[in-house]
């Protein structure tokens, strides 16, 4: 499975941005789908998931500081995943990383369960 990032770049403060995961296979649905971003000189943290339709309601998961202004999604005939983000705050800026579990079909964030990740695209939110 191939996970390919893009939408990332420069958004004013209180701004959006849509960021999509695209990825290859058939077994779309069978994966749980994360979104996890990396600060400079911060660890890399989950922001949201997104459980696979396969096994699971499809319940959607966000780190506190992003819920109610982050929204995941996923769409089963493009196989993507999307992150829309906005009230963006200068904190949000980071390469945000899809990746996708492929054995358990509810979302965690714990990054040892993803075995299939994204080069990351960059988010930059100026003040």
Known sequence: LQVVESGGGLVQTGGSL????????????????????????????????????????????YEASVKGRFTITRDKASKTSYLQMNSLKPEDAADYYCAADPRDFACNDYEEQYDYWGHGTQVVVSS
């Open 18 to 61: 849509r960021l999509s995961c695209s990825t290859s296979g058939d077994r779309f649905d069978d994966y749980a789908i994360a979104w996890f971003r990396q600060a400079p000189g911060k660890e890399r943290a989950g922001v949201a998931c997104i459980g696979a339709p396969s096994g699971d309601d499809g319940s959607a998961y």
